[in-house]
């Protein structure tokens, strides 16, 4: 196995509530990522997806847990990060429209990290933003437009060319498609996985798209509630899903033709609503809307196992070392 | 197809906007039929003009959108020229509207039971319920898309209940209000992918179970292919392709429905395409002909100054296009 370039060890954030209570957004999330490899997380609206990106980036502070990036915990009380920390670690967001300075042009936006990150002169500046530019396949002359004035792909590019300028080694990419059309979205993943290969840069991939995952990851993990499911590489994960949250989240997605509709889990009518962050059902948290629930799922909060190489789960149904059962392969 | 077996009919409707004493052409002679009991999908990217045919049916376009022609019948009555009393009853009773986002269809300061009551008052005011009556059928709808404890639904506010229930909550009204036809914009799009299949899922089975007439309108393919039986290709405010679902699915035919399925990430994992280069055309001055022609791979010199009419493909699939009616248009 390749080098490991950061470690979540039992992350956990809380954001207070007035009363006492907290929001459990990430609720205990251990995983690795690989250097080269594209880990996508997955889940829906609340599960804590974005918090741990923006944990790991350092907008928020760990309420406990470690976040070791090349040998040092980031996540240590008091700890700051360094600037080549900094640099080295990039996000892309979400909507473009809102993460560019609308009264910036391109070119501005792009100096910004290559100054504070960079002891390049003016004009060097200038090569490197004309070279960003081309990196992500976009004409040099964007650099006197305006955000308002490009696509919303464009846009999305542009960020990521920002996200270059620090000559990062890791990028968390924070569902950097969802507000763009499916023609528009294959252009920036295409560059996104180009510019992988080119640079040797590690992604962390957020998403809810599954189908997109399934063509980008190199492993997928799925969150709930704070928590996580199931993380096994691409291939095995869509082959044999085994938490049945995942068959839920499988089931659930609305395919295109009748090949993809023979790769899905057999069809699990999807019940119930995501819980509230707040009061997290005891036990497993999952267990609410599980169709195998039992009795110890109410109660015993599963521990993650790894069924198979590299495939773990975390769920009552399975134990260690005991073979998988039929009904599920 | 008889016309007194279609419920709603969009015979080449043009569309355009003024801003700023610039008109922008964004409908180009739009047809589309709705079958009585039929869910039909159209299907388009951001921009193609989706939401502008929607809201030209309610007679929602804002005031500086301009309808240069054409004409939409509902139950053979042209909605463009109803005056606005007959409007506002067509809205009343004959069509219900399913917004992409329920959180702000929805008052948040007004109880549901009061925005229930106040919108069936008007869908049945010509029945003369009483106030007990309509709300039993208000329970009676909140039941049947399978919501649970209804009587306490009723006393929520709408932020009280979440996004899946809220657009619950949505159709029920539509529903509730025995209206023909559910104009549904996105409806899952805000939601969590569960969520979306359970309202999907409900949507589908209203269609079969009591004959209702659905017009679905979304960006995504996965969708109008589990919902809808007819489906509607739309680029850049004209229908380029249509039919029935499963034919147009099985063989797309536009050179636009072959590359956006093309984009589609598959859950098959057969990698990512590279898109489709170049972007929608600027509505101020379309293209003369196709409007795809100029990111089209296979454009010939007609397609630039022609506009295509409808060809046949199958039985019950036509696609306007030059290539595809010279048999040059071959999909993967």
């Known amino acids: ?329 | 197809m008889e016309t007194n077996n279609n419920i709603l009919e969009i015979k080449d409707l043009s569309v355009s906007y003024t801003v700023a004493n610039v008109v922008t052409h964004v409908l180009e002679k739009v047809n589309l039929t709705v079958p009585k009991g039929k869910s039909v999908g159209l299907v388009g990217e951001s921009g193609c003009g989706k939401t502008t045919t929607m809201r030209a049916i309610l007679g929602v376009l804002p005031s500086n959108a301009n309808i240069e022609s054409g004409e939409i019948l509902f139950n053979g009555t042209d909605v463009l020229k109803m005056p606005y009393n007959q409007l506002q009853e067509f809205r009343q009773t004959g069509a219900g509207l399913i917004f992409q986002d329920p959180s702000s269809a929805l008052n948040p300061v007004i109880s549901i039971k009061k925005q229930f009551l106040t919108s069936l008052k008007y869908a049945h005011k010509d029945k003369n319920y009483s106030s007990a009556q309509l709300y039993d059928k208000a329970i009676e709808a909140l039941n049947a898309v399978s919501l649970a404890d209804p009587k306490r639904i009723m006393n929520s506010f709408p932020f009280q209940l979440s996004g899946g229930m809220r657009q619950r909550v949505c159709i029920a009204m539509t529903l509730a209000g025995e209206k023909e036809l559910l104009l549904a914009d996105e409806p899952g799009t805000a939601l969590d992918v569960t969520i979306q299949d359970q309202i999907l899922r409900l949507i589908k089975n209203l269609v079969e179970t009591l004959d209702l007439s659905v017009i679905m309108v979304t960006h995504s393919l996965g969708v109008i292919r589990q919902v809808t039986t007819e489906v509607n290709v739309m680029y850049a405010g004209s229908i380029v392709e249509g039919g029935d679902t499963h034919q147009v699915f099985e063989h797309p035919s536009h050179p636009y429905t072959i590359a956006l399925m093309d984009c589609l990430p598959k859950l098959t994992g057969t990698g990512i395409s590279e898109g489709i280069p170049g972007r929608i055309p600027d509505y101020d001055h379309p293209p003369a002909g196709c409007r795809f022609y100029p990111r089209c791979t296979y454009a010939l010199d007609r397609c630039k100054s022609e506009v295509p009419g409808k060809t046949i493909v199958e039985d019950d699939h036509w696609v306007a296009c030059f290539a595809a009616e010279e048999g040059k248009v071959c999909p993967k």
């Not at chain 1, 993380?231 to 068959?247: C, I, N, S, V």
């Not at chain 1, 839920?248 to 609305?254: F, R, V, W």
């Not at chain 1, 993809?260 to 119930?272: F, L, R, T, Y």
């Open chain 1, 1 to 329: 196995m390749s080098e490991v370039i950061l470690e979540l060890k039992n992350l956990k954030k809380y954001f207070p509530l007035p009363g006492g209570q907290s929001v459990k957004a990430v609720d205990g999330v251990s995983l690795k990522l690989f250097k080269g490899e594209t880990l996508g997380l997955v889940g829906e609206s609340g599960c804590g997806k974005s918090t741990i990106a923006y944990t790991v980036v350092g907008m928020y502070g760990a309420t406990e847990g470690e976040i070791i990036y090349k040998g040092t915990n980031l996540a240590q009380k008091g700890y700051k990060r360094n600037l080549q920390q900094k640099g080295e670690i990039q996000i892309v967001f979400q909507d473009p429209g809102s993460s560019l300075n609308s009264r910036r042009n391109v070119g501005k936006s792009l100096e910004l990290p290559l100054k504070i990150h960079t002891k390049l002169n003016k004009q060097e500046r200038q090569d490197r933003i004309d070279e960003l530019l081309e990196l992500v396949g976009l004409p040099v002359d964007f650099k006197k437009r305006m955000p308002r004035n490009i696509g919303g792909g464009e846009r999305q590019l542009v960020s990521v060319a920002r996200a270059l300028g620090s000559n990062p080694e890791f990028i968390i990419l924070d569902e950097p498609t969802s507000a763009l059309d499916v023609s528009v979205q294959a252009k920036v993943i295409s560059t996104l996985i180009h510019l992988q290969e080119k640079l040797g840069l590690s992604y962390l991939f957020i998403t809810h798209d599954l189908s997109l995952m399934r063509n980008v990851a190199t492993r997928v993990a799925i969150l709930y509630l704070g928590r996580l499911c199931e993380l096994a590489p691409t291939a095995e994960f869509f082959h044999r899903p085994l938490h049945p949250y995942t068959q839920m989240l499988l089931s659930s997605i609305p395919v295109a033709t009748d090949e993809e509709e023979k790769v899905k889990p057999a069809q699990i009518i999807s019940e119930g609503e995501i819980p509230s962050p707040v009061n997290v059902p005891s036990g497993c948290t999952f267990h609410t809307r599980c169709r195998d629930c039992m009795d110890i799922c109410k109660v015993e909060v599963p521990v993650m196992i790894e069924i198979e190489p590299s495939h773990y789960v975390c769920c009552h149904k399975f134990k260690e070392g005991e073979p998988i059962a039929a009904e599920v392969e």
